[in-house]
């Protein structure tokens, strides 16, 4: 039998290694460390873990533990191949279906405790599961629940792959909506009450069932600008939930792993909030998102912009001596990350200064730019966040905009009456010349159009981010 002071002290090397992890992963130059940490903490978590199931099963004679290990085989499998097969473009939805997986986790846990609180050892002098046991039951389950239905409703709304109209990035709202999800947290939380003081099963199961029916409805007033936000808050709910469970198992390796991503969840969806001028309280009441006026202010009749060729701009691009780009989800959707990394190689041959711009939302997750651009091995001393690079627009000859939209909009600084009046932007509009590639003039995220694009400093270079690059690189 495995003594537990060993299993204490291999958790407790398993929690710095994850703290080490986040600490890694907080800066680009870092992060294969820091990735290295947090996969070397949980092979240690999950090796101890099993090695002390395995030992209380020997003692007590306890079958059914190769259920266990079959599930972990095919678990680690399915996640493995998921990981390798995903394409750069679909990780966001990856990262909701994780975050979907571990709320749906801590659902059947507390299920199962709740059935079979005997066979947990989670039972008093009585035979009744205590009190703060209850209470841990009754979060678990609840966050739980809402972390499921809120990342199914995400993934939806990440792929744009589905006609179901809870799955479109549009916004679905209907009178009364804030009103009505209060009305169900607080009966939630009223049924959470009941099952605490009685351990009754009926309050358990409709608690849990008005928990995923409000994770869905939290979600889906929320729309495609705002997606980044809606992915480290969900983050944040399931590292909650894996901590309610774990103080439920006794697991302080649990504890340890769920409030670190809770509370580092928490803490991003507050950056994410920042550099979008969302109210974090509202963030997490599902209380934003965009309206119908923010969807129809980029309906308005059509405007001429000046246009150009990937020639026009190669030759801009070769006769500047500073270049900022901007990557967008659209240089993600084009796969063109690598033919960017040649074209930004070749420019730096020929004397030109680049500099990349990585705007805290770009993209549909958080960091999601930062991922990309290091898959091409873009260095990371050319990569600068928004705080530390919109000084320099005004200095910049040409700023390359590559299927961004609402991130480099000026009506967030210009027009109060904006639905994104107020949200930090980079400041692409004060450069000498702005070449913008898109594939159309359709609007981003938030529905609205850009004032940039018809400014006449600014050039447009219509086409798939990919060909255009290319056709720039043979050009320069």
């Avoid at 678990?75 to 750069?88: L, P, S």
């Avoid at 958080?366 to 651009?373: A, E, R, S, T």
């Avoid at 447009?460 to 690059?469: Q, T």
Wanted: net charge negative.
């Amino acid at each position: 039998m495995i003594s537990m002071d060993i299993v204490v002290l291999l958790y407790l090397i398993a929690s710095v290694c994850f703290i080490q992890s986040l600490k890694g992963l907080s800066h680009p130059t870092t992060s294969i460390i820091g990735n290295t940490f947090g996969m070397a903490g949980m092979a240690i978590a999950v090796l101890t873990t099993g090695a002390l199931i395995w030992s209380q099963a020997q003692e007590n004679a306890v079958g059914g533990l190769a259920w266990v290990l079959l599930g972990l085989v095919i678990g680690g499998f399915v996640g493995a191949t998921m990981a390798r097969r995903v394409e750069m473009t679909k990780m966001p939805e990856l990262v909701a279906f994780m975050h979907s997986m571990i709320g749906l986790a801590a659902v059947a846990i507390a299920g199962a405790i709740v059935v079979e609180p005997i066979a947990f050892g989670i039972v008093d002098a009585a035979g009744a599961i205590p009190t703060g046991n209850r209470v841990e039951l009754f979060l678990g389950a609840a966050i739980g629940a809402i972390t499921f239905s809120g990342s199914v409703i995400a993934f939806g709304k990440l792929s744009g792959r589905y006609k179901f109209r809870l799955f479109q990035g549009a916004p679905v709202v209907f009178p009364g909506q804030h009103y009505f999800n209060l009305l169900m947290a607080l009966v939630t939380i009223g049924l959470g009450v009941w099952f605490v003081m009685t351990e009754a099963w009926t309050p358990f199961v409709l608690l849990t069932l008005l928990s995923f029916l409000l994770g869905v409805l939290i979600i889906i007033p929320i729309g495609g600008a705002d997606m980044p936000v809606v992915v480290s808050m969900l983050n944040s709910y399931s590292g909650w939930a894996a901590a309610g469970i774990g103080f439920s198992l006794g697991n302080p390796m649990l504890i340890v792993a769920g409030s670190l991503v809770g509370s580092s969840g928490a803490i991003l969806s507050y950056i994410m909030c920042k550099a979008m001028n969302r109210s974090f309280f509202n963030v997490i009441l599902g209380g934003f998102g965009n309206d119908s006026s923010a969807a129809a202010a980029g309906s308005g009749e059509q405007r001429n912009v000046k246009s150009g060729s990937p020639d026009d701009a190669a030759f801009m691009l070769s006769n500047a001596e500073t270049v900022i780009i901007v990557p967008g989800y659209g240089l993600a959707v084009a796969r063109a990350q690598h033919a960017l990394k040649e074209l930004t190689d070749k420019l730096t041959e020929q004397g030109v200064t680049v500099k990349y711009a990585i705007h805290p939302v770009a993209g549909r997750m958080p960091g999601h730019m930062n991922v990309l651009l290091a898959e091409a091995e873009v260095s990371y001393e050319q990569v600068f966040e928004m705080d530390d690079i919109n000084g320099e627009f005004s200095q910049a000859d040409v700023v390359l905009v590559l299927g961004a939209n609402d991130v480099v909009n000026p009506a967030a600084k210009n027009d109060p009456a904006s639905p994104i009046a107020g949200m930090p932007i980079l400041e692409a509009y004060k450069a000498r010349t702005v070449i913008v590639n898109k594939r159309s003039m359709a609007s981003g995220y938030a529905g609205l159009d850009n004032e940039l694009f018809y400014m006449d400093k600014t050039m447009m270079v219509f086409g798939d981010a990919k060909k255009v690059i290319e056709d720039m690189l043979k050009a320069t």
